[in-house]
């Protein structure tokens, strides 16, 4: 999965000056000014925002907001600045992975009371209402939209290679692939991911293969609080996941990160690739491949026929040294409402949180058609919540994607990763 801090960042916004952005209060007028801050800036991201804001505004005409968007490299750190002073910002964009020390700090606002009465929350999906709501039920942030993985894969190469259909298992993917993998002709079947969040694939490959097992709550434990790195089937996938690079990637994938992941399927030159759904997108403008040529399908199971999708996830929140709550509460439950919900999630390429998403044209045909057949059957795509939230999780993504990287390298073997991983997790959770 791409890593999440450029996850929207197409291009990179011009500098804003945060100073002198303190929150104002109702003035003799009765306007109150909300500053809104944006975390995964990019321009044509910061301009469909300004306009749903306008449309807001138009229907609040008491209610003025003013979007502050820093470039995306030092948005979190900018917005974790304004937290800490207590001004500057009354909604705020909110991640999976910031949430957890944001609200830790007493920088959130639960909005659990203010949308107790919301009749949104009957048009939202059963994985938005329960993304909402952190382990103690408080809610800090409404999801504007999930990241959720499916195989991108050229349907061409898989009919000539004799396939009838895309992979539905890693073992089968790891076949299709090594058939289709010929370096000579620079044809390679598996776009892999062994630099920058290169830990994520080779979980998601574990989790597929101890399904049954797993802790829907955290998907880094098995239901009998052991690590999900310590399962035999876990071994299993990692074998078949150091195989994917072995037989069916290109050596300089050693390397691959997400922008040189999604080039190597954009070009033409990679048969399958993993990844959210943004990218649909970005292979939709390729020059090198052709709409017929391609299509995605979903997250691949392992052996019990079961997977496991780690959905990630952003969305709206309040800071709580907010002075103007009730109106930033009422700006999230419009950004989380319908043709404004509906234009974010499709004009940022993002799995949808409402359920009319479910009838819509553009995400039942084509290649979001697999992000439908996921959600309606969630017995098959279990839905887990990884536990991104930890203070250490920083620290936990650079160990393993330098330990994933030497196990391609053959300086790690899989046993011993997954010894070290489990080690590891154990540790930090006894503390």
Same mark, same amino acid.
């Given at each position: 999965?791409?890593?999440?801090?450029?996850?929207?960042?197409?291009?990179?916004?011009?500098?804003?000056?945060?100073?002198?952005?303190?929150?104002?209060?109702?003035?003799? *007028?009765? &306007?109150?000014?909300?500053?809104?801050?944006?975390?995964?800036?990019n321009?044509?991201?910061?301009?469909?925002?300004?306009?749903?804001?306008?449309d807001?505004?138009?229907?609040?005409?008491?209610?003025?907001?003013?979007?502050?968007?820093?470039p995306?490299?030092?948005?979190?750190?900018?917005?974790?600045?304004?937290?800490?002073?207590?001004?500057g910002?009354?909604?705020?964009?909110? +991640?999976?992975?910031?949430?957890?020390?944001?609200?830790?700090?007493?920088?959130?606002?639960?909005?659990?009371?203010?949308?107790?009465?919301?009749?949104?929350?009957?048009?939202?999906?059963?994985?938005?209402?329960?993304?909402?709501?952190?382990?103690?039920? +408080?809610?800090?942030?409404?999801?504007?939209?999930?990241?959720?993985?499916?195989l @991108?894969? +050229?349907?061409?190469?898989?009919?000539?290679?004799? @396939?009838?259909?895309?992979?539905? *298992?890693?073992?089968?993917?790891?076949?299709?692939?090594?058939?289709?993998?010929?370096?000579?002709?620079?044809?390679?079947?598996?776009?892999?991911?062994?630099?920058?969040?290169?830990?994520?694939?080779?979980?998601?490959?574990?989790?597929?293969?101890?399904?049954?097992?797993?802790?829907?709550?955290?998907?880094?434990?098995?239901?009998?609080?052991?690590?999900?790195?310590?399962?035999?089937?876990?071994?299993?996938?990692?074998?078949?996941?150091?195989?994917?690079?072995?037989?069916?990637?290109?050596?300089?994938s !050693?390397?691959?990160?997400?922008?040189?992941?999604?080039?190597?399927?954009?070009?033409?030159?990679?048969?399958?690739?993993?990844?959210?759904p943004?990218?649909?997108?970005?292979?939709?403008?390729?020059? *090198?491949?052709?709409?017929?040529?391609?299509?995605?399908?979903?997250?691949?199971?392992?052996?019990?026929?079961?997977?496991v999708?780690?959905?990630? &996830?952003?969305?709206?929140?309040?800071?709580?040294?907010?002075?103007?709550?009730?109106?930033?509460?009422?700006?999230?439950?419009?950004?989380?409402?319908?043709?404004?919900?509906?234009?974010?999630?499709?004009?940022?390429?993002?799995?949808?949180?409402?359920?009319?998403?479910?009838?819509?044209?553009?995400? +039942?045909t084509?290649?979001?058609?697999?992000y439908?057949t996921?959600?309606?059957?969630?017995?098959?795509?279990? !839905?887990?919540?990884?536990?991104?939230?930890?203070?250490?999780?920083?620290?936990?993504?650079?160990?393993?994607?330098?330990?994933?990287?030497?196990?391609?390298?053959?300086?790690?073997?899989?046993?011993?990763?997954?010894?070290?991983?489990?080690?590891y997790?154990?540790?930090?959770?006894?503390?």
């Open positions: 999965m791409r890593r999440r801090t450029a996850a929207l960042a197409l291009g990179t916004a011009a500098a804003m000056v945060l100073t002198g952005c303190s929150t104002m209060s109702p003035g003799e *007028s009765g &306007t109150v000014t909300l500053n809104m801050v944006e975390s995964l800036t321009p044509a991201r910061s301009d469909l925002l300004k306009e749903l804001i306008a807001f505004e138009k229907q609040n005409p008491k209610t003025r907001v003013n979007l502050v968007s820093p995306t490299e030092q948005a979190d750190q900018k917005i974790q600045q304004m937290l800490q002073s207590g001004s910002v009354d909604v705020l964009e909110v +991640r999976d992975i910031t949430v957890g020390p944001w609200s830790n700090n007493g920088w959130l606002y639960d909005m659990k009371k203010d949308l107790a009465g919301w009749k949104g929350w009957e048009a939202l999906t059963d994985n938005t209402v329960q993304a909402s709501e952190d382990g103690e039920g +408080r809610t800090y942030f409404v999801p504007y939209g999930f990241y959720g993985l499916s @991108f894969h +050229r349907t061409d190469l898989i009919e000539e290679a004799g @396939f009838d259909k895309p992979p539905a *298992s890693w073992e089968e993917l790891l076949e299709q692939a090594s058939k289709i993998h010929d370096p000579s002709e620079r044809r390679y079947g598996y776009a892999f991911r062994g630099g920058a969040n290169a830990h994520s694939n080779a979980t998601a490959a574990i989790e597929a293969y101890v399904a049954d097992d797993i802790d829907p709550a955290n998907g880094y434990l098995l239901k009998d609080g052991s690590t999900i790195f310590s399962a035999p089937g876990a071994l299993d996938a990692m074998e078949t996941y150091l195989k994917l690079f072995e037989e069916a990637s290109p050596k300089s !050693v390397a691959w990160g997400y922008p040189e992941m999604v080039e190597g399927f954009s070009n033409g030159s990679t048969a399958f690739l993993l990844q959210d943004e990218v649909i997108a970005t292979v939709s403008e390729s020059k *090198s491949i052709q709409q017929d040529q391609w299509s995605t399908a979903p997250l691949m199971a392992g052996p019990s026929g079961k997977t999708q780690p959905l990630a &996830t952003a969305g709206w929140g309040v800071a709580d040294g907010s002075k103007n709550k009730a109106a930033a509460v009422k700006l999230v439950e419009f950004l989380s409402e319908g043709e404004a919900s509906t234009a974010f999630t499709k004009k940022n390429s993002l799995v949808p949180i409402l359920k009319s998403a479910a009838e819509d044209e553009f995400y +039942r084509g290649p979001w058609a697999s439908v996921m959600t309606e059957n969630p017995d098959r795509y279990l !839905v887990v919540t990884q536990p991104r939230g930890v203070a250490w999780w920083a620290e936990w993504q650079q160990r393993a994607d330098t330990d994933v990287q030497k196990m391609i390298l053959g300086k790690l073997t899989p046993k011993e990763l997954l010894a070290g991983w489990d080690a997790w154990t540790e930090k959770w006894k503390k």
